[in-house]
């Protein structure tokens, strides 16, 4: 199980939750048990072509994830990053 | 070498205590040339830091004017500049805090056509925007004319800052691509905690003196988070992107653009808004049509009964053909989307349209709690 730290922009869907909980041993199987938890939350990083959204990054632990095969060690803690364009 | 009078090194006295900074670091303030774009939330803070610690020629950019609602934390401005041009009073305001410096006002909007002129006179930018379009342009600006950048954006209680000095690491379209209009909503409509752009601001005046001395570490090649609810920062590596589209190897961005559909603020300022309480009661009254402004998956997770679906990219890219006998009503998730389709189609010739304030998301919450949104 990791922990996520989600992006203020997507806590609507986390019921105002900053860090949820999320199994899943890679990126693309953590996104979709989310998905289980929090329906509509992966469509909001992941578009129909299965590319994560020019405004999203994901980082496990510090690397950033580009390819959402890529592995995550269990306890290893995953932060959901969204553009903000407030000033 | 510029020189320090007494009067100088007196103001200055506790900088000159420090031997990253002493006589020839404070020289080097003086003779720099910043530009905050922005004199909002984190341009305020900004801005005030770098005037007191004596940066010698100190640039504001923005083209609004002081409302109540950015007292709460546009600390620049007080209850008497209500009303009055932001980079006036500005200006104003930090003359009384250091009339030893230079400062330029830019009572402009930033576009593509004016960027070049504007950032020729300055070596470093603060990004203290608070639109989409802009944060790009300066990003894009700043890479092709090789001025240094220090970028920080905010949302409700969370932050970011990086900077980006040429040839010294990754720029802003390295880390997010490319701009998502709308999809962010900005503060206006998701609020924000007003000491939360202080915070953020006083970061950019850190970083921005770190840079024009070359002291420190600074943010290059890391963004820096801040969650001001839980009072902590994460710091995360960003690597440059061989295919960014500005710094890249093979940039198809080579001189400053507007983006597609772009709007000024002045034509989103006209947009004529409905609440969701008065649509529901037009909804059963009138004739209306409804356009859905958000991705096609969006809305057919739920959507209005009787709403025609035209992503905004769509309209963007394809223009707007409406019958014009109907009130046309544009709406997307939050709001962002459906003002800048709003403002285009007015700009199409779609007579008076309205736009659903704070998007479906207020619709859900103040008509219907079981909309799926």
Known sequence: MSSVH???PLRDYTRGAATVAAEGSTVAELLADLERRYPGMRFRMIDEQQRIRPHIR?????????DLQQPVAPQEPVHLLCALSGG | MTTLGPAERRRYSRHLALPEIGIEGQSRLKGARVLVVG???????AALYLAAAGVGTLGLLDCDSVDESNLQRQIL??????GAPKVDRARER????????????????LCAANVGEIFSSYELIVDGSDRVATRYLVNDACVIYRKSLVSAAIYRFEGQAMSYAPDRGPCYRCLFPQPSEGVVPNCEQAGVLGVLPGVLGAIQATETIKLLLGIGDPLLGRLLTYDALS???HEFRIARRADCAVCGEHPSITRPQDPLGFCTVEEQRRVRRISAPELAEQLDRAVLTLIDVREPAE????????????????IEQQGLTLPHEATTIFMCRSGVRSLK????????GVREPLQLEGGLLAWKAMVEPSFHV
């Open chain 2, 341 to 348: 389709a709003c403002a285009l189609a007015r700009r199409a």
């Open chain 1, 6 to 8: 989600i992006a203020s």
């Open chain 2, 231 to 233: 009072l902590s920062f």
């Open chain 2, 39 to 45: 004199a909002g939330g984190l341009g305020c803070p």
């Open chain 2, 94 to 109: 930090l003359r009384q805090l250091n009339p030893e410096i230079r400062l330029v006002a830019h009572a402009v909007e």
């Open chain 2, 77 to 82: 401005f007080g209850s008497q500049d209500v």
């Open chain 2, 299 to 314: 809305f057919a997770y739920g959507h209005l009964p009787g709403a025609i679906n035209l992503p905004l990219a769509q």
């Open chain 1, 58 to 66: 994901i980082f496990v632990a510090t690397r950033e994830i580009r």
